[in-house]
T-cell receptor
């Protein structure tokens, strides 16, 4: 069964450094998402992406964040200058069409900012 | 704006006993409702969803949920749990409009013991 994959599974970085989290959505999916979950808190929406542009973003998704689909398979989340409070589990998700409401989630990348 | 409340952060239960995990939502528009399960060190897996039609929906692993519009609830149930059901369960809501982001509850940790 096709699945969403994410790399790395765990990323440790120093405050102020740039990080790129990578996701490979399911191949025929058209809608892509990033969510994050700070330890002990709820899963929060960050951004959605369709047709090579951001379709919706949350207040969390400020100028420090960006997303890109550099080729036909990868979907990346970049944090330009990480802060301690960016430490969280980051989940990528994808969805097929407008008539499909199910989002398929990847296993997540745990980002630790020191 | 929409929100989800999962009142129980933890639910301990003995194997083969029934369980109900509670979820209440608020939204000013029609919604779609979801339950996701997260096993340790894994991503979010869809258990079941309510889009329209019958208010009782059945999902994987013997779980079911009932949509109650008047009480704005979508409680998850299983008549007989197994040790392998030990996991974190998240209720999520999506508005029926164009926005496709999911809004999650804080999660309920189901702990099944012998």
């Amino acid at each position: 069964e096709p699945e969403v994959t994410q790399t790395p599974s765990h990323q440790v970085t120093q405050m102020g450094q740039e990080v790129i989290l990578r996701c490979v959505p399911i191949s025929n999916h058209l809608y892509f998402y990033w969510y994050r979950q700070i330890l002990g808190q709820k899963v929060e929406f960050l951004v959605s992406f369709y047709n090579n542009e951001i379709s919706e973003k949350s207040e969390i998704f400020d100028d420090q964040f960006s997303v890109e689909r550099p080729d036909g398979s990868n979907f990346t989340l970049k944090i330009r200058s990480t802060k301690l409070e960016d430490s969280a589990m980051y989940f990528c998700a994808s969805r097929n069409t407008t008539s499909s409401y199910e989002q398929y989630f990847g296993p997540g990348t745990r980002l630790t900012v020191t | 704006a929409q929100s989800v409340t999962q009142l129980d952060s933890q639910v301990p239960v003995f194997e083969e006993a029934p369980v109900e995990l509670r979820c209440n939502y608020s939204s000013s528009v029609s919604v779609y409702l979801f339950w996701y399960v997260q096993y340790p060190n894994q991503g979010l897996q869809l258990l079941l969803k309510y889009l329209s039609g019958s208010t009782l929906v059945k999902g994987i692993n013997g779980f079911e949920a009932e949509f109650n519009k008047s009480q704005t609830s979508f409680h998850l149930r299983k008549p007989s749990v197994h040790i392998s059901d030990t996991a974190e369960y998240f209720c999520a809501v999506r508005s029926a409009g164009t926005a496709s982001k999911l809004t999650f509850g804080t999660g309920t940790r189901l702990q099944v013991t012998l």
